[in-house]
């Protein structure tokens, strides 16, 4: 069982910046790929960004892309989303998500975090 728990969210203005954490449980966070993903409300679940267990690859959705820097540290079993130059269309709720297998749709991941609230104000 891994058991998933973000961190960061909040208000910012257009044109700020954001981290979010994700810290982990259990001694495997290690294997195990990471990644984020964000909700509107009437919208699905969408992946942004992902990690493999070694942080030696990443994948970004294009809305994302050069913006937004994932990141992980496995001696602190956690994992990062710097977020830059966010534009009133990243707000959204962001989730943190978990997998021994590489995943690219929510139907794929098998640990959630509960997620945190991004709003970016125009």
């Known amino acids: 069982q891994v058991q998933l728990v973000e961190s960061g969210g909040g208000l910012v203005q257009a044109g700020g910046s954001l981290r979010l954490s994700c810290a982990a449980s259990?001694?495997?966070?290690?294997?195990?790929?990471m990644g984020w993903f964000r909700q509107v409300p009437g919208k699905e679940r969408e992946l942004i960004a992902r990690?493999?267990?070694?942080?030696?690859?990443?994948y970004y959705a294009d809305s994302v892309k050069g913006r937004f820097t994932i990141s992980r540290e496995n001696a602190k079993n956690t994992v990062y989303l710097q977020m830059n130059s966010l534009k009133p269309e990243d707000t959204a709720v962001y989730y943190c998500?978990?997998?021994?297998?590489?995943?690219?749709?929510?139907?794929?991941?098998?640990?959630w975090g509960k997620g945190t609230l991004v709003t970016v104000s125009s």
């Open positions: 998500a978990a997998d021994r297998v590489v995943f690219v749709a929510p139907g794929g991941v098998n640990y």
């Open positions: 259990g001694r495997t966070f290690s294997t195990y790929a």
């Open positions: 990690i493999n267990w070694s942080g030696g690859s990443t």
